[in-house]
């Protein structure tokens, strides 16, 4: 089973930037698809950013040229970084992975595993 774990969130103001890590347990994790979701409260869950094993990525057009997906392979790890924050991108965000992407990069059916989530909270 493969393990995920989000740090990096918080509160922060308005134009300001946070860095979210999603680091795996799996030694593959190099060969995997990485996803970060959010979810708004009383809001279905979103797609936000996608990275391939070959570093392509996909954004929400919301967050495009403001977030930042990548990965870190050597440390089995992937980031979102996050700059000129809204209140809008208030939600708690989640990272997803898998090995073989089966359907949209943007629907969280594509993705078998899931941490359990890390709060952003961006003040006005």
């Known amino acids: 089973q493969v393990q995920l774990v989000e740090s990096g969130g918080g509160l922060v103001q308005a134009g300001g930037s946070l860095r979210l890590s999603c680091a795996s347990s799996?030694?593959?994790?190099?060969?995997?698809?990485v996803g970060w979701f959010r979810q708004a409260p009383g809001k279905e869950r979103e797609f936000v950013a996608h990275?391939?094993?070959?570093?392509?990525?996909h954004y929400l057009d919301s967050v495009k040229g403001r977030f930042t997906i990548s990965r870190d392979n050597a440390e089995n790890t992937a980031y979102l970084q996050m700059d000129s924050l809204k209140p809008e991108d208030t939600a708690v965000y989640y990272c997803?992975?898998?090995?073989?992407?089966?359907?949209?990069?943007?629907?969280?059916?594509?993705?078998?595993?899931w941490g359990q989530g890390t709060q952003v909270t961006v003040s006005s």
């Open positions: 799996e030694r593959t994790f190099s060969s995997y698809a």
């Open positions: 990275i391939t094993w070959t570093r392509i990525t």
């Open positions: 997803a992975a898998t090995r073989c992407l089966r359907g949209s990069y943007g629907s969280r059916g594509s993705y078998d595993y």
